[in-house]
């Protein structure tokens, strides 16, 4: 299970995101993804809304959730 996480500039975000780090961290089978992470190291990801992110930021966001899946396989894999 591949989970990502908000980066939005509202109030809920922070509470919503503890909530999905919580939940994953229950899970061995499941990965975090950060993408607010990634959006606070770089905020030029995200478009000047705030919300939407920019062709870099399309990039890095799939780029981020092709890295979960792999570590998620990997993670699979060594278990057989």
Known sequence: VAVVNISVPRRWAAPNNAILADVV??????VLIDWDAAVRADPSLLAPDGV???????RVY???VADGLASLEAADAAQD
């Open 62 to 64: 799939a780029q981020l």
């Open 25 to 30: 961290a229950e899970y061995p089978n499941a």
């Open 52 to 58: 939407h992110p920019t062709a870099a930021g399309v």
